[in-house]
Every structure is written in C-alpha cells, then in structure tokens.
C-alpha cells in the first residue's frame, strides 16, 4: 500500500525567509497530492493540491511542485509571516480500486520567528 | 450546512463503555471518510465510504471498531469495549468525490479513563 515520507519534523525559520517541506510516496498509482494546514486544536484546512498531469502549482506564497518520476512533491512558502506558524501535512490518494481515501505524512511543525 | 459536522466536541468515557461518534458531510458529498489524530500525531485512515459501494474498511484497527452510513448521508463510528489506546481526536471529511479536496469536521476529542 502507499507510504508517504515527511521531512522535516520540525522547521523554524526567521520571519520573511522561505520554507520548504518534502515528501514521498510509494505508490505510482497515486494521482492526487494536497497539502494541509493545522493550527493547534483546530481542524486541517486544505490549503494547495496538485494533480499528477501538473508539475508544479502556485497560490500567492505558497506553490507546490511534483516529480512523479522520482516519487517526491514539495511545498514551497515564500515571505514567511508568524501567522504561518502551524503543523503541515502532505499527504497521497491511494491509487487504484475500490480505495479513495488519502495516506498523509506525519507533519512537519513550521515555527515563524517575528 | 456549510461544513462538515461532527459530535460530540468532546467524549469521556471509562474503559469498556461503548461509544458513538457522529458525522454529517457537506450536503451533496458522495465521499466521507473518518481518520483519528493521536496526541502531536499524524492523520490515521480507518474508513471510506464512496456512495453506495462497499465501504474501505481497511484502516480500522481492530474489530472493536465499525461505521455505517445510512442513506449516503450522517455517519456513525462505532467503538466497542473502548482502550485507553483509542484515546485520540477522531476527524471526519467529507468530498465531491474520491480524489476531491476532502473537508474535514472540528473532530471529536475521544478521552478513555
């Protein structure tokens, strides 16, 4: 079944720099790759995705980008604010039969320094 | 309504009770999924529901735990003879269809004494 690896665990960055997140996934199969935010006690919100026909896919700061060859997709956040400063989670959809649902990675904890 | 909806908020119970933990997807999502979160964890997969199919059972971790979803509709996660080991804020989402943005509920803080 599918595997996605998250890395790194933790990130701080001073306020304004750029960050990057990086996962893999096993399954070749896997089509779909979006990326999820979560505030302390608060529920994941979606925040970009990507399909696999696309290789890369901006929102004003923050774009992600997929190498399907190599298994790999990353999200990039430009000009870093404190209010970034959350738990990030990527995550892979299973690819094929009856299954739909989405194997995430175990987060990356982003820390934005004022 | 206008998201997803689950309940309760938050769940205290003693060891070998029963519980029910309840789901209301975003009106016309014909996907829903339950995943459970431990404490400074990642996203667990238990269940997937796509319209009528068979529901992807494949996630649940044992047989103490099932989920209906009646009418393509509310869902219910059942766990029975709870652990102190299901302890964990058990999420909901719910999408158009599989591989579609998947929107998740607050969660329901299930807390085993």
């Known amino acids: 079944g599918e595997n996605v690896e998250q890395h790194p665990s933790t990130l701080s960055v001073q306020e304004g720099d750029s960050a990057v997140i990086k996962c893999t996934y096993s399954?070749?199969?896997?089509?779909?790759f979006p990326w999820y935010k979560q505030e302390l006690g608060k529920r994941p919100q979606l925040i970009i995705d990507?399909?696999?026909?696309?290789g890369e896919k901006k929102d004003q700061r923050i774009a992600v980008t997929l190498n399907k060859t190599a298994k790999h997709f990353s999200l990039h956040i430009t000009e870093t604010q404190p209010e970034d400063s959350a738990v990030y989670f990527c995550?892979?959809?299973?690819?094929?039969?009856?299954?739909?649902?989405?194997?995430f990675g175990k987060g990356t904890k982003l820390s934005v320094k004022p | 309504g206008a998201g997803v909806s689950q309940s309760p908020s938050n769940k205290v119970t003693e060891k070998g009770k029963d519980v029910e933990l309840r789901c209301d997807p975003i009106?016309?999502?014909?996907?829903l999924y339950w995943y459970r979160q431990s404490l400074g964890q990642g996203l667990e997969f238990l269940i997937y529901?796509?319209?009528?199919?068979?529901?992807?059972k494949s996630g649940l971790p044992s047989d103490r735990f099932s989920a209906e979803r009646t009418g393509g509709s509310v869902s219910t996660l059942t766990i029975q003879r709870t652990q102190q080991e299901d302890s964990a804020v058990y999420l909901c989402?719910?999408?158009?269809?599989?591989?579609?943005?998947?929107?998740f509920g607050d969660g329901t803080r299930l807390s085993i004494l």
């Open positions: 989402a719910s999408s158009f269809m599989r591989d579609q943005p998947q929107h």
């Open positions: 399954d070749s199969a896997s089509n779909y």
């Open positions: 990507i399909r696999s026909n696309v």
């Open positions: 995550a892979a959809s299973t690819g094929s039969g009856s299954q739909g649902n989405l194997i």
């Open positions: 009106s016309g999502h014909t996907a």
């Open positions: 529901f796509q319209g009528n199919s068979a529901p992807d």
